[in-house]
């Protein structure tokens, strides 16, 4: 089973949302607003990604953080930190690919096209 972490009014989450379900692929969809983030998973993440992949220096959440807050965030724990305070903050939608246990973090049709099993 396929896991998709995000936000659910996220336009990269809706089109990710939908692009799985145009494919027929099932996942299990979990809401950071309503359920935070995971620290186990967020520990996965930062091993498969790195934590600079997992911040999303783009949008308001990021701005909106205070320069101290933003220029304390140097390594994989002190992302890991904002990160779980700040849900809104973690690129989306991050992706667990079972059987594979590969991670994602953003949509590309195109990788998830492989990932997924599926030609195109």
Known sequence: MIDLYGIPNCDTVKRAR???DGQGVS???HDFKK????A????RWIAALGWEALVNRRGTT???LDAATREGVVD???AARVLAANPSLV??????WAPRAQVTAGFDAQAWQALAGRRG
């Open 18 to 20: 939908a692009w799985l």
């Open 35 to 38: 359920e935070g983030v995971p």
């Open 40 to 43: 186990d998973a967020l520990r």
């Open 62 to 64: 990021w701005r909106q």
């Open 76 to 78: 994989a724990d002190s």
């Open 27 to 29: 996942y299990r969809f």
């Open 91 to 96: 690129k989306r939608p991050v992706v667990e």
